[in-house]
């Protein structure tokens, strides 16, 4: 089967199955063709025949000068979870250094993974060296006789344009990489933003559906919200599509305006209420007869995040569950109000999704852009349901970190182990906290909303109930990680977001 | 173990000249060569020798005196069930006494007729833990050289992986031919195919294959077995033999071999054939100028014979086939889990010096490693699934005669396969003049101790035909390493095989011959035809001593995927990208000497090949 076959038959089942990424090092010699010969004439020369240096010490410090070291740091994914025993075709990106002759953080190329169908580990890896562009190829040869040996050895070639310019052994250092290597799997789903951005909403009554974006402009301290929401009237009467556009600026009052209702229609993905639409890409629309209106590009700049469990979304069995389609995005743009422009670029923000039966009891939500890609994501929320509305909040809290998620899951924080240990939340304003511990791990989260840069709205639920929103796009925010640490608490990292950070409160 | 002892008893050493004390170290060297089994065998016989001779004189060989070496030789060759034994313990002893002879009596500088054509070669320890190709061709003997020339010229890159050693011919005029012939044969020649008899099946091992050691002979297939090939096994490829035969033939510069460096050895035969009346002929060869060094079975010393090496391999390298020498395939590398079915990925190759491994990827696999060795390499690979693979191998049963002639002929100045009788071709019988350098070929001198040194010294008045039948495949490779072959030889083929040699009796006779050799232990002499019939009457072709050459037909092509485990376009059944090129595609015996029909097989395979590479 031809390499294009082979990924069609990996896009196809894309949607369905998990992928495999994993970071690898390797460390070893390339020599190249014709520095062998040069070198030994030179130190024939310098020590000659009878030089001091025995046939051993020669070959030794010939050996020396005539290997260059080389490193390989790859980062391998494959779009589907890898079967030792079957063949798994890998992307493989990373850094390629070889002493003198190159350094290429952009390195790709592919993997053929195949220890037993196969026998073979394959490396195809291209980098650029000095304006020419290489070719590392080898594989591992595995070898039921010496299963350590031909999993950790890489011999390979070093190509010049098709023509072989030198050979190498590259090796797997089993005592400093193997705990890494092993630590950095994960089979993470499909990344498809555009997936989770077509409605839930399969035609039952008394569902409420959301996608709403806020944006922060750093030029001008500027905050945006978009709320798109698709309500299901609990007594079966039509659906309508409605929602509001709010901008936050850093100088005046904070200005709003209603859209719709209209008729739901369905047809598009994403939303679509006549002229308003928050499509894959692109939130387009205008409110209030034309004074407030909006033309802004989205580009999805992180993996999902679901900051409730992930299965909650694919089967609705809360009385809500939201997720970020993307943890970050990007924003480019136009967004008018009153005769004001503000032109976005690049600017930083989040879409958001909501499904569920209504809004909660009593709720908390923050997000926050933490810089360097990490993002803190927090919902705490009392049920309206009989018996769960006397619990306290339920946090879920996730804080994505150097690319990694904390809590591990998001039941961690909003139930703990059977109640223990769950994180708190105390949602009074105008300033809301919220504290949680794991093992090693424990924050404390402080979100402020000054009642000048908040806005307030009443919230319709698909049964008719109200609730009233106190939502701010510029509130500050205060986040301090403290790690476990031999006896006592160490600050890991904190976070002070004066004006950027996108909070809510809501009670009923 | 000295074997000194059993070397002075056999060619019965009394001291009066030099060359005999010198044979026991040659005949060690030999012996190093060989493997393990026949060491053994050879060392456990001298072993029974001496204690025989302890038995009877309280002493071993090496101890006794000339005379009392006789007395032991001749209570042995008393014993009629020992002759045959002896025989076999004679033919690496005679090996090492003829070329020690030989050596006494001075050899004469070949000439050069030419410089090798160059070919890119690089040794196994030079070659790269990790590389690339577009095909690899496992082989590089006349079906391996073919193949690579083909795919070379269709634009693939190629690289030829060769188990043996390249050998220049300047380096064979710098060596005497026994020290070549054990370098140039696998098991240094003593490759046997077991049964009943048991039959001496020499084949080469270096770039060129065997067709490095061949004798020459350029026979095109006949048309009968081509029309069986097409017809009964559904071989297409047959059908197109004729053009590829032309083209293999302009190859090798085939002609018709001229009289002037012909031999006594072939005049003898043909006078033999003139006086009968039967059609005899000097030999087709692909040997233009030859000098008639009669060197051909240990490597042409004047580059006059166009073996592969020297005339399709240059024009393979010309085209960019590169050739790797001592790296011996282990395997096939299979990708089991391909859409579609298996299909091969490259080759795992061992190199023959220090035992290290690399691997080679290639979409295409061309076996080429000869009947003996594909089936072997496929069953090591995981490919050996087919039930007829390894079985239906042909290997041409022949035997050989010498006249003894009044004047001196010395064969061994001349053509070394001369002329070829083919009046009873039909029947199945190919009479050919071969005479080898002393002790080289497959006739074994008659006798022991001062019998066996009288033959030894009035080897130059002998001239030796030799006859290979048209077999049965009745012989089987087992086995994935060693070279294990099993042939018992069809009842048939035995009547055939002394029916050949009563012809060649009579064409010796007819030739002036006073006495002819049988080659059978207990009656080794007659002196006239009718004394031959009657010897023959009372024989059985299993005391005739027996060598086969030509083995084929082991992976065979053909219609019916039940019986042939090769399709007619040359692709092993049951996986994608191995294609079998070599005497193993052979459906049948191709009756002759098969260089010509092995090459043409591999061209219409390789056509085929190269015909879909192009339109792709």
């Known amino acids: ?508 | 173990m000295s074997l000194t002892g059993l070397v002075a008893a056999l060619i019965a050493d009394d001291g009066t000249t030099d060359w005999p004390r010198r044979v026991p170290d040659r005949l060690e060297t030999v012996l190093s060569t060989m493997p393990v089994g026949a060491r053994a065998g050879m060392r456990a016989a001298a072993r029974a020798v001496d204690a025989y001779a302890l038995a009877r004189t309280g002493r071993t060989l090496a101890g006794l005196t000339a005379r009392e070496r006789q007395s032991v030789v001749a209570g042995l060759t008393a014993r009629p069930a020992l002759l045959p034994l002896l025989d076999l313990l004679k033919v690496p002893v005679l090996l090492s006494a003829g070329t020690e002879r030989m050596l006494e009596e001075g050899t004469t500088r070949s000439v050069l007729t030419r410089k090798d054509p160059p070919l890119d070669l690089t040794p196994a320890s030079a070659w790269p833990a990790c590389s690339t190709a577009d095909a690899v061709v496992v082989g590089s003997g006349a079906g391996g050289a073919v193949a690579a020339r083909s795919l070379a010229r269709a634009g693939l890159d190629v690289l030829v992986l060769e188990e043996g050693s390249h050998h220049s011919t300047e380096s064979f005029g710098r060596r005497a031919p026994l020290e070549r012939f054990t370098e140039l044969y696998r098991d240094g020649g003593a490759t046997f195919a077991l049964g009943t008899p048991p039959l001496l099946l020499p084949v080469g091992r270096a770039v060129g294959g065997t067709t490095l050691v061949n004798s020459g002979t350029c026979y095109r297939t006949p048309d009968h077995v081509l029309s069986r090939w097409s017809r009964h096994f559904g071989w297409t490829a047959a059908d197109e033999f004729d053009r590829h035969l032309d083209e293999a033939e302009r190859l090798l510069r085939v002609a018709t071999q001229p009289l002037d460096v012909l031999g006594a050895n072939g005049r003898l035969a043909l006078a033999g054939a003139g006086a009968l009346g039967w059609r005899a002929a000097p030999l087709r060869r692909n040997a233009p100028g030859c000098q008639g060094s009669c060197q051909c079975v240990a490597g042409c010393p004047t580059g006059a014979k166009h073996s592969v090496q020297l005339s399709v391999l240059p024009e393979a390298c010309a085209a960019g086939a590169r050739i790797v020498t001592e790296a011996r395939v282990e395997r096939v590398l299979v990708d089991t889990d391909r859409p579609g079915g298996p299909r091969a990925a490259g080759v795992r190759v061992r190199r023959e010096q220090d035992g290290g491994a690399f691997d080679i990827l290639a979409p295409l696999v061309v076996v080429a490693a000869g009947a003996l060795q594909t089936p072997q390499l496929l069953r090591r690979s995981g490919l050996g699934g087919h039930p007829r693979l390894g079985h239906n191998l042909s290997v041409h049963p022949a035997t050989s005669v010498a006249g003894r002639f009044a004047e001196p002929v010395k064969a061994w100045q001349g053509v070394l396969q001369s002329v070829g009788v083919e009046e009873h071709h039909g029947a199945g019988i190919l009479i050919e003049a071969t005479a080898t350098p002393p002790g080289m070929g497959s006739f074994v001198l008659p006798g022991a101790g001062g019998e066996l040194r009288r033959e030894l010294e009035g080897v130059d008045r002998l001239a030796t035909l030799g006859a290979m039948i048209a077999d049965r495949p009745a012989g089987r490779v087992l086995g994935r390493r060693r070279t294990v072959v099993r042939y018992d030889l069809d009842r048939r083929d035995a009547g055939r095989l002394l029916r050949a040699v009563l012809a060649m009796g009579e064409l010796l006779f007819a030739a002036g011959a006073e006495e002819v050799l049988t080659g059978i232990p207990r009656t080794p002499r007659v002196r006239s035809l009718a004394e031959l019939r009657d010897v023959l009457a009372g024989t059985s072709a299993r005391r005739l001593h027996l060598s086969a050459y030509h083995p084929t037909g082991t992976a065979a092509a053909g219609a019916s995927p039940e019986r042939f485990p090769v399709d007619p376009q040359g692709r092993l059944r049951g996986v994608h990208g191995v294609v079998v090129a070599d005497a193993s595609v052979l459906p049948s015996c191709p009756q002759v000497n098969p260089q010509l029909s092995v090459m043409a097989a591999a061209l219409a395979i390789m056509e085929n090949h190269t015909r879909a590479i192009v339109s792709r």
């Open chain 1, 1 to 508: 089967m031809s390499a294009a076959t082979t990924s069609r038959v990996h896009q196809g089942r894309r949607s369905a199955t998990r992928g495999t990424v994993f970071d690898e090092t390797m460390l070893g010699t390339l020599r190249l063709d014709g520095e062998h010969h040069e070198h030994h004439e030179h130190h024939e020369h310098r020590d000659g025949p009878d030089g001091p240096d025995g046939p051993d010490g020669r070959d030794g410090r010939d050996r020396d000068r005539r290997d260059r070291r080389i490193r390989l740091d790859l980062t391998v994914s494959a779009d589907r979870v890898m079967r030792p025993w079957g063949t798994t075709e890998a992307r493989a990106a990373g850094r390629v250094r070889i002493t003198g002759l190159a350094d290429d953080p952009n390195a790709e190329g592919e993997l053929e993974i195949s220890p037993l169908a196969r026998r073979r580990i394959r490396y195809r890896i291209a980098f650029t060296a000095g304006g020419r562009r290489l070719t590392l190829d080898g594989w591992k040869s595995v070898s039921p006789r010496r299963p350590v040996a031909s999993m950790t050895v890489l011999p390979f070639t070093l190509y010049a344009d098709g023509a072989p310019m030198g050979t190498g052994t590259l090796r797997f250092p089993l005592s400093t990489q193997l705990l890494p290597f092993l630590a950095s799997f994960r089979f993470p789903r499909p990344h498809e933003p555009g997936a989770v951005l077509a409605s839930r909403w399969r035609g039952e009554p008394g569902r409420t559906e959301v996608w709403y974006t806020t944006v922060t402009d750093p030029d001008t301290g500027s905050g945006l919200w978009l709320h798109h929401e698709l309500t299901a009237p609990v007594d079966g009467s039509q659906p309508y599509a409605h929602g509001w556009a709010a901008v936050f600026p850093e100088d005046g009052p904070v200005r709003h305006a209603r859209f719709g209702p209209v008729p739901w229609s369905g047809a598009e993905p994403g939303f679509d209420a006549g002229e308003v639409a928050s499509r894959p890409g692109r939130l387009s629309g205008s409110a209030d007869e034309g004074a407030l209106h909006w033309d802004i590009a989205e580009r999805p700049a992180g993996e999902p995040l679901f900051t409730f469990p992930r299965w909650s979304w694919n089967r609705p069995l809360l009385p809500a569950t939201h997720m970020l389609p993307a943890a970050r995005s990007r924003y480019d743009g136009t967004f008018t109000h009153d005769g004001r422009t503000l032109t976005l670029s690049g600017v930083p923000g989040a879409s958001a999704r909501i499904y569920g039966h209504g809004n909660a009891r009593r709720w908390a939500w923050l997000h926050a852009d933490l810089g360097d890609g990490d993002v803190l994501e927090v919902v705490a929320a009392v049920s309206t349901r009989p018996g769960l509305r006397r619990l306290p909040p339920m946090v879920f809290l996730r804080l994505r970190r150097q690319g990694r998620d904390w809590p591990r899951r998001p039941e961690r924080g909003a139930v703990g182990w059977a109640g223990a240990g769950r994180f708190r939340a105390d949602t009074a304003l105008p300033t809301w906290r919220v504290t949680g511990r794991t093992a090693l791990r424990r924050i404390r989260v402080e979100v402020t909303q000054p009642a000048d840069r908040t806005l307030v709205l009443d919230y319709t639920d698909p049964d008719g109930r109200h609730a009233t929103c106190r939502n701010s796009e510029r509130a500050d925010a205060h986040v301090l990680l403290e790690r476990w640490w031999f006896g006592g608490w160490r600050t890991e990292a904190e976070w002070t977001l004066d004006g950027t950070a996108h909070a809510e409160v809501g009670t009923r």
